[in-house]
Protein backbone atom coordinates (compact mmCIF):
# COMPACT_ATOMS: atom_id res chain seq x y z
CA UNK A 1 0.00 0.00 0.00
CA UNK A 2 2.64 2.42 0.46
CA UNK A 3 4.39 1.70 -2.86
CA UNK A 4 1.13 2.66 -4.49
CA UNK A 5 0.85 5.71 -2.29
CA UNK A 6 3.79 6.56 -3.77
CA UNK A 7 2.92 6.05 -7.10
CA UNK A 8 -0.66 7.19 -7.03
CA UNK A 9 -2.15 3.89 -8.04
CA UNK A 10 -4.78 1.75 -6.60
CA UNK A 11 -3.90 -0.71 -3.81
CA UNK A 12 -5.81 -3.40 -4.52
CA UNK A 13 -5.09 -4.70 -8.55
CA UNK A 14 -1.28 -4.09 -6.95
CA UNK A 15 -1.79 -6.20 -4.17
CA UNK A 16 -3.42 -9.13 -6.01
CA UNK A 17 -0.87 -9.29 -8.73
CA UNK A 18 2.05 -9.49 -6.04
CA UNK A 19 0.35 -12.02 -3.62
CA UNK A 20 -1.05 -15.26 -4.92
CA UNK A 21 -4.81 -14.81 -2.87
CA UNK A 22 -7.64 -15.31 -3.42
CA UNK A 23 -9.83 -11.89 -3.05
CA UNK A 24 -11.90 -12.85 -0.34
CA UNK A 25 -8.11 -13.43 1.29
CA UNK A 26 -6.62 -10.14 0.77
CA UNK A 27 -10.54 -8.07 1.83
CA UNK A 28 -10.14 -9.81 4.93
CA UNK A 29 -6.42 -9.19 5.47
CA UNK A 30 -7.77 -5.30 4.51
CA UNK A 31 -10.07 -5.54 7.21
CA UNK A 32 -7.82 -6.51 9.76
CA UNK A 33 -5.58 -3.64 9.13
CA UNK A 34 -7.99 -1.27 8.92
CA UNK A 35 -9.90 -2.60 12.56
CA UNK A 36 -6.42 -2.74 13.71
CA UNK A 37 -6.09 1.15 12.86
CA UNK A 38 -3.13 0.43 10.16
CA UNK A 39 -5.10 1.43 6.75
CA UNK A 40 -7.54 3.98 6.19
CA UNK A 41 -11.05 3.24 5.82
CA UNK A 42 -10.41 3.97 2.04
CA UNK A 43 -8.81 0.53 1.86
CA UNK A 44 -5.53 1.91 -0.18
CA UNK A 45 -3.97 3.93 2.28
CA UNK A 46 -1.86 3.81 5.38
CA UNK A 47 -2.88 5.40 8.54
CA UNK A 48 -0.04 7.54 10.14
CA UNK A 49 0.36 4.29 12.71
CA UNK A 50 0.57 1.67 9.88
CA UNK A 51 3.33 4.39 7.70
CA UNK A 52 4.99 4.66 11.21
CA UNK A 53 4.94 1.06 11.85
CA UNK A 54 7.54 0.68 8.23
CA UNK A 55 10.96 1.11 7.99
CA UNK A 56 11.23 2.82 4.79
CA UNK A 57 15.27 2.78 3.31
CA UNK A 58 15.57 5.42 0.22
CA UNK A 59 18.85 4.53 -1.81
CA UNK A 60 19.97 6.08 -4.73
CA UNK A 61 22.45 6.20 -7.87
CA UNK A 62 23.32 6.43 -11.73
CA UNK A 63 22.61 2.43 -12.19
CA UNK A 64 24.05 3.02 -15.74
CA UNK A 65 25.34 -0.61 -16.23
CA UNK A 66 23.91 -2.42 -12.99
CA UNK A 67 26.68 -4.71 -11.72
CA UNK A 68 27.51 -7.08 -8.91
CA UNK A 69 28.45 -4.00 -6.59
CA UNK A 70 24.80 -2.60 -7.02
CA UNK A 71 23.40 -5.52 -6.58
CA UNK A 72 25.43 -5.92 -3.30
CA UNK A 73 24.74 -2.77 -1.97
CA UNK A 74 21.32 -2.96 -2.79
CA UNK A 75 20.83 -6.17 -1.19
CA UNK A 76 22.20 -4.50 1.93
CA UNK A 77 20.19 -1.79 2.01
CA UNK A 78 16.74 -3.91 1.76
CA UNK A 79 17.98 -5.55 4.40
CA UNK A 80 17.73 -2.11 6.63
CA UNK A 81 14.17 -2.17 6.32
CA UNK A 82 10.90 -3.57 5.10
CA UNK A 83 10.57 -1.11 2.00
CA UNK A 84 13.50 -0.12 -0.59
CA UNK A 85 12.80 2.65 -2.59
CA UNK A 86 15.49 3.39 -5.09
CA UNK A 87 16.27 6.93 -6.90
CA UNK A 88 17.58 6.90 -10.51
CA UNK A 89 19.76 10.23 -11.32
CA UNK A 90 18.07 11.81 -14.06
CA UNK A 91 20.14 12.04 -17.48
CA UNK A 92 21.14 15.46 -16.53
CA UNK A 93 22.47 14.65 -13.35
CA UNK A 94 24.49 11.70 -14.50
CA UNK A 95 26.27 13.66 -16.60
CA UNK A 96 26.84 16.14 -13.54
CA UNK A 97 28.07 13.20 -11.14
CA UNK A 98 29.91 10.93 -13.67
CA UNK A 99 31.44 13.67 -16.01
CA UNK A 100 29.76 11.40 -19.28
CA UNK A 101 26.50 10.91 -20.95
CA UNK A 102 25.05 7.48 -19.54
CA UNK A 103 24.48 4.76 -22.00
CA UNK A 104 21.01 4.36 -21.05
CA UNK A 105 18.02 7.24 -20.59
CA UNK A 106 16.55 7.82 -17.46
CA UNK A 107 13.51 5.79 -18.10
CA UNK A 108 16.11 2.77 -19.35
CA UNK A 109 18.03 3.01 -15.67
CA UNK A 110 14.55 3.25 -13.29
CA UNK A 111 13.20 -0.03 -15.41
CA UNK A 112 15.78 -1.86 -15.24
CA UNK A 113 16.49 -1.37 -11.11
CA UNK A 114 12.61 -1.46 -10.69
CA UNK A 115 12.86 -5.32 -12.50
CA UNK A 116 15.05 -6.42 -9.54
CA UNK A 117 13.39 -8.31 -7.02
CA UNK A 118 14.62 -6.24 -3.85
CA UNK A 119 13.97 -3.03 -5.15
CA UNK A 120 10.24 -2.51 -4.00
CA UNK A 121 9.57 0.64 -6.05
CA UNK A 122 12.18 2.90 -7.75
CA UNK A 123 11.42 6.37 -8.74
CA UNK A 124 13.14 9.23 -11.32
CA UNK A 125 15.01 11.94 -9.11
CA UNK A 126 14.49 15.46 -9.48
CA UNK A 127 16.59 17.55 -10.85
CA UNK A 128 19.20 19.90 -8.54
CA UNK A 129 17.24 18.83 -5.23
CA UNK A 130 17.16 15.38 -3.81
CA UNK A 131 15.52 16.34 -0.91
CA UNK A 132 12.46 16.90 -3.60
CA UNK A 133 12.20 13.29 -3.63
CA UNK A 134 13.47 12.01 -0.19
CA UNK A 135 10.20 14.65 0.87
CA UNK A 136 8.16 12.63 -0.92
CA UNK A 137 9.72 9.10 0.00
CA UNK A 138 9.89 9.92 3.87
CA UNK A 139 12.53 7.62 4.61
CA UNK A 140 13.46 6.48 8.11
CA UNK A 141 16.97 5.15 6.94
CA UNK A 142 19.13 6.92 3.53
CA UNK A 143 21.06 4.12 2.38
CA UNK A 144 24.34 5.37 0.60
CA UNK A 145 26.61 3.38 -1.41
CA UNK A 146 30.55 3.01 -0.52
CA UNK A 147 31.45 5.34 -3.50
CA UNK A 148 28.56 7.72 -3.58
CA UNK A 149 30.29 11.53 -2.53
CA UNK A 150 27.02 12.95 -0.98
CA UNK A 151 28.32 13.41 2.58
CA UNK A 152 26.56 12.13 5.48
CA UNK A 153 26.52 15.46 6.85
CA UNK A 154 25.20 17.09 3.86
CA UNK A 155 22.02 13.80 4.27
CA UNK A 156 21.07 15.13 7.70
CA UNK A 157 21.24 18.79 7.55
CA UNK A 158 19.18 18.53 4.54
CA UNK A 159 16.50 15.94 6.38
CA UNK A 160 16.31 18.60 9.30
CA UNK A 161 15.51 21.35 6.69
CA UNK A 162 12.29 18.82 5.71
CA UNK A 163 11.87 18.21 9.34
CA UNK A 164 12.60 14.46 8.36
CA UNK A 165 14.19 12.55 10.88
CA UNK A 166 16.07 9.65 8.96
CA UNK A 167 19.31 8.05 10.22
CA UNK A 168 21.88 7.98 6.92
CA UNK A 169 23.82 4.46 6.55
CA UNK A 170 27.16 4.13 4.71
CA UNK A 171 27.01 0.83 3.28
CA UNK A 172 30.33 -1.34 2.48
CA UNK A 173 30.81 -2.99 -0.83
CA UNK A 174 32.57 -6.40 -0.79
CA UNK A 175 33.81 -5.80 -4.32
CA UNK A 176 34.80 -2.00 -4.02
CA UNK A 177 36.59 -2.30 -7.12
CA UNK A 178 33.33 -2.75 -9.58
CA UNK A 179 31.62 0.25 -11.08
CA UNK A 180 29.75 1.16 -14.14
CA UNK A 181 32.91 3.62 -15.32
CA UNK A 182 35.39 0.83 -14.84
CA UNK A 183 33.38 -1.41 -16.55
CA UNK A 184 32.35 0.92 -19.58
CA UNK A 185 36.38 1.49 -20.31
CA UNK A 186 37.64 -1.77 -19.60
CA UNK A 187 34.64 -3.09 -22.84
CA UNK A 188 35.93 -0.32 -24.82
CA UNK A 189 39.50 -1.04 -24.52
CA UNK A 190 38.29 -4.87 -25.47
CA UNK A 191 36.16 -3.01 -28.41
CA UNK A 192 38.90 -1.02 -29.30
CA UNK A 193 41.79 -3.82 -29.25
CA UNK A 194 40.18 -6.16 -31.61
Do not use: W
Amino acid sequence: MYVCQIEGKEAFPAIKEKISLSEDAINSKIDELIEDQLVNDDRSTLTESGRSSLSVVLAGGVFDIIHPGHIHTLNAAKDLGDVLVVVVATDNTAVKMKKRRPLHTQEQRQELVSSLSTVDLCLIGQEDDIFKTVNRVKPQIIALGYDQVHQEKFITEGCKKIRLDAKVARLQSPIPESSSSKIQKEYGKSIHGI
